[in-house]
């Protein structure tokens, strides 16, 4: 029971950090998924997929309403990101074999090395994080001269992050939308939210049929995550978001790192 507890309570912490700090949350999902509920990995990143989709497109919403939002920016970058998600989704990550490699007694299988990938992707979201957190207010979105072929190509890369991995990416995003096409923080926040709906979605249409869904499963944990997401953003107006984000970042990099030690050390699936 008390397992149950902290699963759940995992499920809302994940639309609390993403209505909080705007991104982060979809980095929580997976090894939620894995190692609460004892998910498959590769199922996990496919249902990560979903609730990271809809609770993003649920934020993307408020945004929205707020006027926070480029829908422009949005779908210009999804011309990459969007399709290489999909085809990821389809196509690539059915080719990739259950044992790539066995040394003596030891086999590296795809589980464990989505698992490590998705634990230095953490790594480097809470180290984007921290650093971010250490520099609020040195750097601000302005009037630039977008880079159309920069903005493909990062489309291309968060497609295929997401698209392995399951996570959203709103931590590659955000600065990206403000350094590169240079939107104001939270424009870029309620643009990213949009763009990780779309991606997420969609690529998760790319899964069906691959495996069999739970979806009264799928469907709770997403009510969770979206009624988590509304109470973050209502906390966001009385919690400092930098040292939280700080906070969150450092609680992050030690989860990358206890997976790590956890996959390689201790764990043969």
Do not use: C
Request: charged share 10%.
């Amino acid at each position: 029971m008390m397992m149950i507890i902290i699963a759940y309570s995992a499920a809302a912490l994940i639309g609390i950090s993403l209505g909080l700090i705007g991104g982060g949350g979809s980095i929580l999902t997976v090894p939620v998924l894995v190692y609460l509920f004892g998910l498959d990995p590769l199922l996990a990143t496919s249902y990560s997929l979903f609730i990271v989709g809809t609770t993003s497109l649920a934020g993307a919403v408020d945004y929205y309403r707020q006027g926070e939002v480029s829908i422009k920016t949005a779908l210009l970058f999804g011309l990459t990101s969007i399709s290489t998600v999909f085809a990821t989704r389809k196509y690539l990550i059915l080719l990739i074999p259950h044992t790539l490699l066995k040394l003596g007694h030891f086999a590296l299988t795809r589980n464990i090395v989505l698992m490590v990938l998705f634990a230095l992707l953490m790594i480097a979201a809470a180290t984007a994080m921290i650093r971010s957190a250490n520099k609020a207010g040195t750097k601000k979105g302005g009037d630039r001269n977008i880079s159309i072929t920069k903005l493909l190509l990062y489309g291309i890369a968060i497609g295929l992050a997401t698209g392995i991995l399951g996570a959203g990416g709103g931590f590659l995003l955000i600065p990206t939308l403000v350094l590169l096409v240079g939107l104001p923080m939270k424009e870029a926040v309620g643009t990213s939210l949009l763009i990780i709906a779309l991606n997420s979605l969609i690529g998760f249409t790319g899964d069906l049929g691959h495996f069999p869904i739970d979806w009264l499963f799928l469907l709770k944990i997403t009510v969770i995550a979206i009624a988590g997401i509304f109470t973050g953003s209502m906390l966001s107006k009385k919690i400092n978001g930098q040292k939280l984000k700080k906070g969150f970042g450092w609680f992050v990099l030690v989860m990358g790192s206890f997976i790590i030690i956890k996959e390689l050390l201790f764990k043969n699936y």
